[in-house]
């Protein structure tokens, strides 16, 4: 388990109410330049029994950023740059469903994106890559997860959608009805774009997902406000720290998802065609697959495009 240099680290992204990781050694704040602009903060690195840990808490200390204003590019971008490899999200959610009580955890398989005006891929700008979504949650991560639930002694439910919002205001009841038609388990206003992302730069992703409320659909429980999710996230951010403490040591060190290689046959624009900055910017991402064109002229690349 002691791991070298290279060995991968554990990243965590904190949902509101999880601004720090206590129990970290090693601790060191790092800013990271990203060609996608600024991060929500610098990253908390540090060790947690052995395992190299990279924390970001999602919405900046003191929870300065809202969902909408969040660079989740630069945020994802910044872990793999730091050398994660997972990145368990912790996030709270309204539930969706009866069975389903505030204080639960849930480990969601799926995700459906409502959200409206976000950045939700690296590509672009000449290089176009098609990355499958259809099981967007790395499986093994999502069992360390469920595992170090029960652990912990808290209620998780493994599986479920998730339903991302654009926020900031609260659903309305029609809004809320409608979601619970669609079948989903859960609603939250950060986990997309983050989940593409991360699929995008071959992580292995993950959610945990704390209820705090149950939206504003249930006839005998108020509807959601800030108060009442606050409250329930002081309890629930307790639990969070014993989830993740029990989590870390059993991740890794290797992978043998297929996480590490969804890359691979996602690119659809010929090498050649690739236009020297975009290849250049997003070498983090295309160096492995593509290392004979990293010095790429420009010059030569136009006249072969003829
Ligand atoms: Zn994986």
Known sequence: MAGGAAEGAVGVIGGSGLYEFPGLADVRWRRVRTPFGEPSDAFCTGRYLDRRVIFLPRHGRGHRVMPSELNFRANIWGLKTLGAEWVISISAVGSMKDAIRPLDLVVPDQFFDATKRRASTFFGDGIVAHVGMAEPVCPDLATALEKAARQAGATVHRGGTYVCIEGPQFS??????????????????????????????????????????????????????????????????????????????????????ECPSLLRNAVITHPKAFPRRTRQRLGLLLDKYFPGERRRRAPAQRSRRG
Request: aromatic share 6%; proline share 5%.
């Open 172 to 257: 309305t009841k029609a809004e809320s009805r409608i979601y619970r038609g669609w079948g989903v388990d859960v609603i939250g206003m950060t986990n997309m774009p983050e989940a593409k992302l991360a699929r995008e730069a071959e992580l292995c992703y993950a959610t945990l997902a704390l209820a705090t409320d149950y939206d504003v659909w249930h006839e005998t429980h108020e509807p959601v406000s800030v108060e009442a999710v606050v409250r329930n996230l002081l309890k629930n951010v307790a639990t969070a720290k014993d989830v993740l403490r029990a989590a870390i040591p059993a991740i890794g060190p290797g992978r043998t998802c």
